[in-house]
């Protein structure tokens, strides 16, 4: 069993900052992708940016330049750089991890971004 607890979330204005944390811990393979999702109230629940163990990494086009994904395979983190926020950003931030070979995913309970004009 996995756990990921998230953290940095917050209030920010319009072009602000947040960076957003995500420790794991349990039963974790070696190959696996951990990533961010965000859901807002009325939207389904979105990928935001993922990074494999390799450190390969994918954005959502709306946040392209704007995000970095980062991770620390030896302590099981990862970090997701947010700079020049918008209020579309709004929403709950979830992290998220899949075991490659084995297939089985978790998530964490969220961390609120809120983004003011």
């Known amino acids: 069993q996995v756990q990921l607890v998230e953290s940095g979330g917050g209030l920010v204005q319009a072009g602000g900052s947040l960076r957003l944390s995500c420790a794991a811990s349990?039963?974790?393979?070696?190959?696996?992708?951990m990533g961010w999702y965000r859901q807002s109230p009325g939207k389904q629940r979105e990928l935001v940016a993922a990074i494999a163990s390799g450190g390969s990494t994918t954005y959502a086009d709306s946040v392209k330049g704007r995000f970095t994904i980062s991770r620390d395979n030896s302590r099981n983190t990862v970090h997701l750089q947010m700079n020049s926020l918008k209020p579309d950003d709004t929403a709950v931030y979830y992290c998220?991890?899949?075991?490659?070979?084995?297939?089985?995913?978790?998530w964490g309970l969220g961390t609120q971004v809120t983004v003011s004009s």
């Open positions: 998220h991890l899949e075991n490659t070979w084995w297939g089985d995913e978790y």
């Open positions: 349990g039963t974790i393979l070696s190959v696996n992708v």
